[in-house]
């Protein structure tokens, strides 16, 4: 393997979640009266945690959004998890040669851990997932494009930035590996390649990814 580890970002590279997460955002967002369609949830949240998007909807508009915001939005995505949720096609594969040849991996993602475990647990994904290997943006003060959660990760798997390579899906995802110096792999499934550009290998296919690794 070229790499002494592989950090998967979660939602759209793990579990299927992005067009449901961001469907129900542009709702939730919209009912609170700050109009948004799929598109532009997308286009502006896609990747972010929960923080940025309080930052962007006070900076847009002068308006906090609603103290309990993040638990509304959280027990309607969880609702949708448990009806909608599956694992990224060809993903539980890539774990499964992972782990068969001792290559050591962990999740960091923008999402809190509640989510992680609510998604890992529906889509079965659990099982590759001890506690040791999933790390979210609440471990840290900034979440992405910041690189603090993905060094933050290196640091806790006892590997240096150099020698990481980091899954993701997202603009601000593939922003915070370059920052934090590691190499970083786009997965283009959802996202325009044009959008990942600076990642170092671009794949659509998730069953692709165990072959760029080697």
């Known amino acids: 393997m070229r790499y002494d580890l592989v950090i998967f970002d979660n939602d759209g590279v793990l579990v299927d979640s992005e067009s449901i997460s961001n469907r129900l955002l542009a709702a939730y967002l919209t009912e609170l009266g700050h109009p948004t369609s799929y598109e532009d949830s997308i286009r502006d949240y896609m990747g972010s945690a929960m923080h940025r998007i309080h930052e962007l909807v006070l900076e847009r508009t002068g308006r906090r959004l609603p103290a309990d915001f993040d638990d509304v939005f959280h027990a309607r995505v969880f609702a ?90 997202s603009p601000l995802g593939v922003q915070a590996a370059v920052a934090a110096g590691m190499d970083v792999y786009g997965f283009t499934a959802m996202t325009p390649a044009a959008k990942l550009a600076a990642a170092d290998e671009l794949f659509s296919d998730m069953g692709e990814l165990a072959d760029l690794l080697v």
Request: aromatic share 6%; glycine share 10%.
């Open 80 to 169: 949708a998890f448990e009806q909608e949720l599956r694992p990224v096609a060809g993903v539980a594969g890539v774990l499964e040669k992972l782990a068969a040849d001792g290559m050591p991996y962990c999740v960091a993602s923008s999402g809190s851990h509640a989510r992680i475990r609510v998604g890992h647990r529906t889509t079965g994904l659990d099982r590759w997932f001890a506690e040791e290997r999933i790390f979210s943006s609440e471990d840290v003060g900034r979440g992405k494009p910041a690189p603090d959660l993905f060094l933050h990760a290196a640091e806790r798997m006892g590997v240096t930035p150099d020698r990481c390579v980091v899954v993701e899906d």
